[in-house]
């Protein structure tokens, strides 16, 4: 079945550092691939994605391309701030039910 | 402004009682969707709607009831079969429920169920 693998956290970074969280998909089809973000107590908001194989995301710095030949989408950012703590999940969609399949979150930390 | 909103923020149900969580959405969006997220985990959608008056299970639908009488609103029931209740409900809705792989999901800011 589908499937997404996220690392797992949390990630523990000082401000400016360098950010990668890595995800791994397993899909039929050709999925559209998503990065959400949410902020403690809140809910999820898109941060960018990418409908076909060696499309570019970013939004906010961030930035992510969908590699079919590997099978993955990580995100990355050049010089991460306090403010980008949060919870980032990656998903896919690969049905026309909309039906979004999470991996299980990577919690990022940002020190100053 | 356009969005989801979602009532109420925290929710505490009694053993044996059947509750409610509201979900509207202003954006004119045919597509809604109800997931669950426990902690640790990612989101699992318990039922989602592409069209009014029809909605479909989810992965995890059992003990869970919905209706879709208007485009806007999209209610959640949590009812007394659903043993493990407790986690953070999160509506959403995207713009056209038939072309839904590239379409983006937009998510409200979630409602808070616990049980006593």
């Known amino acids: 079945g589908n499937s997404v693998t996220q690392m797992e956290g949390p990630v523990t970074l000082s401000e400016e550092a360098f950010l990668t969280i890595n995800c791994t998909y397993t899909?039929?089809?050709?999925?559209?691939l998503f990065w959400y973000v949410q902020y403690p107590g809140e809910g999820l908001q898109l941060l960018l994605k990418?409908?076909?194989?060696?499309d570019k995301g970013s939004n906010k710095g961030f930035e992510a391309t969908y590699r079919k030949e590997t099978t993955s989408f990580h995100l990355e950012k050049g010089s991460v701030q306090v403010s980008d703590s949060a919870v980032y999940f990656c998903?896919?969609?690969?049905?026309?039910?909309?039906?979004?399949?999470f991996g299980q979150g990577t919690t990022l930390q940002v020190k100053p | 402004d356009g969005g989801i909103t979602q009532s109420p923020k925290y929710l505490f149900r009694k053993e044996g009682q059947n509750v409610t969580l509201s979900c509207e959405q202003n954006?004119?969006?045919?597509?809604m969707y109800w997931y669950r997220q426990d902690p640790g985990q990612g989101l699992r959608l318990i039922y989602y709607?592409?069209?009014?008056?029809?909605?479909q299970k989810g992965d995890i639908a059992e003990g869970y009831s919905v209706s879709r009488e208007k485009k806007e609103s999209f209610p959640l029931t949590v009812t007394s079969a659903q043993k493990n209740p407790t986690a953070f409900y999160l509506c959403?809705?995207?713009?056209?429920?038939?072309?839904?792989?590239?379409?983006?999901?937009?998510f409200g800011p979630g409602t808070r169920l616990l049980v006593l």
């Open positions: 899909a039929t089809g050709y999925p559209s």
């Open positions: 998903a896919l969609t690969t049905s026309n039910t909309g039906k979004l399949i």
């Open positions: 709607s592409q069209i009014v008056n029809d909605f």
């Open positions: 990418a409908t076909k194989a060696d």
């Open positions: 959403a809705s995207s713009i056209d429920g038939t072309r839904a792989t590239q379409e983006t999901q937009y």
């Open positions: 954006l004119n969006h045919d597509a």
